[in-house]
């Protein structure tokens, strides 16, 4: 298991991630508990793109509970549907919002964030989790993101 992460200083985002991937890989390697992978993760993340905030949710008895993450304090419970989180999860799919207070029930843990990308992470064909990414810049997400945030979370084994 790897125990540091080498930060690109790239400007190029796909380049970040591609750098950032196989680390995050060799951290996960040989660990398996859940709550650590998913701690490193969210700090890798943080600690690369310098994000506002960068966290797991869990799907647990219907909805979603906060789990590991870097970052000021967050919501702690999302209901399926509500939200970024909400929708991705009851969507099934990576959501990409430019300016979160254009999205029709946003939930704001922060006032700070300004775009958010939420990519679910399945486990047996069903949601587990989502990876939940904030900024507090607008337009901060793309398709280059989405493409590295799907990959990445694919190596989280539930």
């Known amino acids: 298991m790897a125990e540091d992460l080498t930060i690109t200083a790239s400007t ?4 970040q991630y591609q750098s950032l991937i196989p680390q995050v890989e060799a ?11 998913l701690a490193n993760i969210s ?17 647990k008895d219907n909805e979603l509970v906060l789990g590991p993450f870097q970052g000021p304090v967050a919501c702690t419970r999302i209901a399926l549907g509500k ?7 009851q969507q099934q799919q990576t959501l990409i919002v430019p300016d979160v207070e254009l999205f029709p029930g946003h939930i704001a843990c922060s006032s700070l964030s300004r775009s ?17 990414v904030d900024s507090e810049l607008v337009d901060q997400f793309d398709e280059t993101d989405a493409l590295y945030l799907e990959q990445l979370v694919k190596l989280v084994k539930f």
């Open 12 to 15: 190029d985002k796909a380049e």
């Open 27 to 37: 951290l996960l390697t040989g660990e398996p508990d859940l709550i650590a992978n």
């Open 43 to 59: 700090a890798a993340l943080k600690e690369q793109f310098k994000w506002f905030w960068v966290g797991f949710y869990l799907v």
């Open 83 to 89: 939200g970024v989180c909400g929708a991705a999860w």
């Open 116 to 132: 958010e990308i939420v990519v679910p992470v399945f486990a047996n064909g069903k949601v587990v989790a989502v990876l939940d």
